[in-house]
């Protein structure tokens, strides 16, 4: 009566042991950085828009020329149109720019190849406070970072670009004549 008994525990431990999963990785699109010691104003957000595809907590990333996976086991620590926010929020506090600017953020396009590059293609308006509709300023900014084969290297990729992003926000808020080039 043992031998049954033992055979029959080992063979739900055998099962419970193969439905295992992988663990979930999160990641963000906040680098890790030493404390900012500018002083100025920020820059609110009025909005940001993803696209639908890829605003969701998992990762996507392309495949081929027209597919997405989306990966089950490496995540955003939020929704990716709330990991921008959050990032960007972060990188456009105490900008140095002078005067009350807000800025709404469209991005057309977040494609993620592993081994390739991290890509992000953004229309931007920055809007002075008070200001009339006519004195917006509209911009579009595409921003490319080459991408090793890892998860976390893509990951560095758009955190790259969200940091030019901002760079570029700050620089045209400071200086509301024109777009700046993305460089």
């Not at 031998?3 to 431990?13: M, S, V, Y």
């Not at 406070?129 to 490319?144: I, V, W």
Request: aromatic fraction near 4%; glycine fraction near 8%; charge should be positive.
């Amino acid at each position: 009566m043992a031998l049954p008994l033992k055979i029959t525990l080992l063979a739900a431990f055998l099962l419970l042991g193969a439905c295992r999963s992988d663990p979930i990785s999160f990641h963000t699109l906040t680098p890790v950085q030493l404390p900012n010691t500018r002083a100025g104003a920020q820059i609110p957000i009025e909005g940001i828009t993803v696209p639908p595809q890829v605003d969701r907590p998992q990762i996507v990333i392309r495949q081929g020329s027209s597919g997405l996976a989306i990966l089950e086991t490496q995540w955003w620590g939020a929704s990716l149109a709330d990991e921008l926010r959050s990032a960007l929020n972060d990188q456009l506090s105490n900008t140095g720019t002078r005067g009350n600017v807000s800025v709404r953020i469209d991005v057309q396009r977040f494609d993620s190849i592993p081994g390739q590059y991290g890509l992000i293609d953004v229309k931007w308006r920055l809007r002075p406070s008070g200001a009339a509709e006519n004195s917006l300023l509209t911009c579009r900014s595409t921003l490319q970072t080459p991408s090793g084969p890892g998860i976390d290297d893509l990951v560095a990729a758009q955190q790259n670009n969200v940091r030019r992003l901002a760079a570029l926000i700050s620089q045209a808020a400071g200086n509301p004549r024109g777009c700046p080039s993305a460089s």
